[in-house]
């Protein structure tokens, strides 16, 4: 069955995990040529709209869940077209505030939602969702915006992370300030990603074996988490505690690799990899991944596959389309149970997540983590079981994912 939206197909599919599917009316004219891809997929947080970055400049806005198949086709009122003018690479919903920091910024509520786009001559739109209209342009990068995150502690805090090579922080509730600018990395910035009490900021850099973290309280730089070889940096992403950060990486001849670090000590705590069948191709880079924001489920996607990890079961909960079709990023609905991937020839993807019950033990790990570092932890006089657990550094060390199969 499909649903006809403006610009879009909804297809309600049923193999596998497949919940359903948007396919762009503007095809790609050769599969391989540029401007038809989808570079960001966003959830609003309170879960209520889906942010699409459709390829050519537009960002469709639909309501969630994609339900209102009887108005569709008269066109869902709902439903919004963003005509962005330039290649859209990154997207970020505001306010968005975590469940642990609602007793900061209660203001936030006041606050209309909002849509930032990222677009390929370096300038940041801001757009408000429920008219769809354009409220201000921010300026000051001078190359592609390749990402953006607003600050979980429901402030108006915006980062962005450019092709110039920095990282700029903007502050929205204040019209006219100008940008915090940390720079230091000599390569593209590719991807950021905040701490869940919006102390830090992580960035990874395309060519740089290095993850930067920075200081969101006083804007400068803390430390680096160095690798020992040359790789190309992909994605990073902090845990629902922000005692864990998952760095992607790749290598064009040795495969991809996805690092679990501990950002305080800074230790990496274990290590999943391409299996050597798997290695030598071409169309395995590790392309995008996401921490669940409800369970320490870890999405990961690259050319081939959608694999959703169980870290505290240590189990592969999801592995599914094998598909040629060229995932290049990820993001969970704030509820968890969806997840939506979006692919070079500009179709979506929502794959259902298992809804797997969170121990009683780690949640209290999470509410212990979220506010004390690693350091305050081995502190305290506890038995050595119970501090390996809170430091999770009872995960084993390495562990291999795919299998001959997955390579066909």
């Known amino acids: 069955m499909c649903t006809s939206f403006r610009g879009c197909t909804v297809k309600e599919a049923h193999e596998d995990d497949l919940i359903a599917e948007l396919k762009p009316a503007l095809l790609p004219r050769l599969y391989g040529s540029s401007g038809c891809e989808t570079w960001s997929v966003r959830f609003s947080p309170d879960g209520s709209y889906f942010a699409w ?5 537009i960002v469709k806005l639909l309501p969630w869940p994609l339900t209102c198949k009887d108005s569709a086709e008269a066109g869902c009122d709902e439903e919004k077209t963003l005509n962005c003018g330039q290649m859209v690479w990154a997207l970020a919903f505001g ?3 975590s469940i642990r920091m609602n007793v900061l910024h209660q203001n936030a509520r006041d606050h209309e939602l909002l849509l930032a786009t990222g677009l390929n001559n370096g300038a940041i739109q801001v757009w408000v969702v429920s008219t769809g209209n354009l409220r201000f342009t921010l300026t000051g990068h001078e190359a592609p915006v390749r990402d953006l995150v607003f600050t979980p502690n429901g402030s108006l805090t915006l980062a962005s992370a450019s092709r110039d090579k920095t990282l700029r922080i903007w502050n929205l509730a204040k019209k006219g300030s100008s940008p915090h600018v940390l720079r230091g990395p000599n390569y593209w910035v590719f991807r950021c990603s905040v701490s869940p009490d919006s102390s830090a900021i992580a960035s990874v850099c395309n060519l740089d074996s290095k993850v930067y973290l920075w200081s969101l309280r006083s804007y400068t730089f803390m430390r680096h988490l160095t690798y020992d070889h040359e790789r190309t ?4 992403d902090f845990s629902q505690d922000g005692a864990l950060l998952a760095v992607a990486s790749y290598h064009s001849t040795t495969g991809w690799w996805l690092d679990l670090w501990d950002p305080y000590t800074p230790d990496i705590l274990t290590r999943v990899e391409d299996c050597e069948v798997c290695a030598y191709r071409s169309d395995n880079l590790l392309t995008s991944l996401s921490f669940s924001p409800v369970s320490l489920q870890l999405a990961f996607k690259d050319y081939r596959a959608l694999q959703i990890w169980d870290v505290e079961r240590d189990k592969l909960v999801t592995n599914t389309d094998h598909s040629r079709a060229g995932g290049v990023c990820c993001a969970f609905h704030p509820h968890g149970g969806v997840i939506a991937t979006g692919c070079r020839d500009g179709q979506v993807k929502f794959w259902r997540v298992p809804q797997l019950v969170p121990s009683l033990r ?15 932890v081995e502190a305290l006089p506890l038995p050595k079981k119970i501090l390996e657990y809170l430091t999770y550094r009872d995960i084993p060390k390495q562990k291999i994912i795919y299998c001959k199969e997955h390579c066909s």
């Open 233 to 236: 940096m992909a994605s990073c």
């Open 53 to 57: 970055s459709m390829g050519y400049g």
């Open 95 to 97: 306010p968005c505030r």
């Open 362 to 376: 780690h949640l209290c790990r999470v509410a212990l983590r979220f506010s004390i570092s690693t350091y305050q």
